[in-house]
């Protein structure tokens, strides 16, 4: 697996990822989920390196012009709830994209231990298509690995790319194992460890929460 860091080189993405980590700025939703956007912007900007490409001639006023122009058909898939600003983000720039869409969340029991349960799934034929599966938090990888397994429902595509703004080294190596090898990641931060409930640290928070209000 293909790991690319954007913490490893200076961006604006860093200055992004520092306002959702401030517990001073955190309590403006707008702004946290505005700045998962932008983030999924660059992104799929970098992704769109990456894409093969067909020279196609586009009628101007003038005459005629040569350009290039993606020719692979690109699946945009969200993990709910947290995934949806990131995701926009991806279909602001891919906006011909077609999209999916995948439940996953933590159940927990009176120990806090916990399973991930997957009851949602929407999506296009996956078959020979670019997959770009977004999830901001990568804690573990057991919710990126099952959605990824639920989509594989739909048919097998043809390349992924994970895209997530802050991730655990412990999820990195974790889905190295579980997704296919030539899978490129795509992370805005890589955290030290976790903490006993599972928990990225110094991490955030919770970013579905923090994105949209908290959960009864």
């Known amino acids: 697996m293909k790991i690319v860091d954007f913490s490893e080189t200076n961006s604006v993405v860093g200055k992004y990822i520092a306002e959702m980590r401030d517990v001073n700025i955190q309590n403006d939703r707008m702004r946290f989920r505005k700045n998962i956007e932008r983030i999924g912007r660059i992104m799929a900007y970098e992704i769109s390196k990456e894409l093969q490409y067909e020279k196609v001639d586009v009628t101007t006023p003038l005459g005629v012009a040569e350009c290039r122009v993606p020719s692979e058909k690109l699946v945009a898939a969200a993990i709910l709830r947290a995934a949806l600003p990131l995701h926009q983000g991806v279909i602001d720039v891919f906006d011909e994209a077609e999209n999916a869409f995948v439940s996953a969340y933590r159940k927990y029991d009176e120990y806090f231990n916990f399973d991930i ?6 999506s296009p034929t996956l078959d020979g298509k670019v997959l770009l599966l977004c999830d901001p938090m990568l804690a573990t990888g057991g919710s990126m690995q099952l959605a990824y397994e639920a989509l594989l429902t739909k048919g097998t595509p043809a390349k992924l790319h994970v895209l997530s703004v802050i991730a655990s080294r412990e999820a990195l190596e974790y889905l190295e194992e579980k997704l296919p090898e ?8 890589v955290d030290s460890y976790l903490n006993q409930h599972k928990y990225i640290v110094p991490g955030l928070g919770d970013a579905g929460d923090l994105a949209f209000g908290e959960k009864e």
């Open 117 to 122: 349960h997957i009851e949602y799934i929407a």
């Open 182 to 189: 030539d899978t490129t990641l795509w992370v805005g931060a």
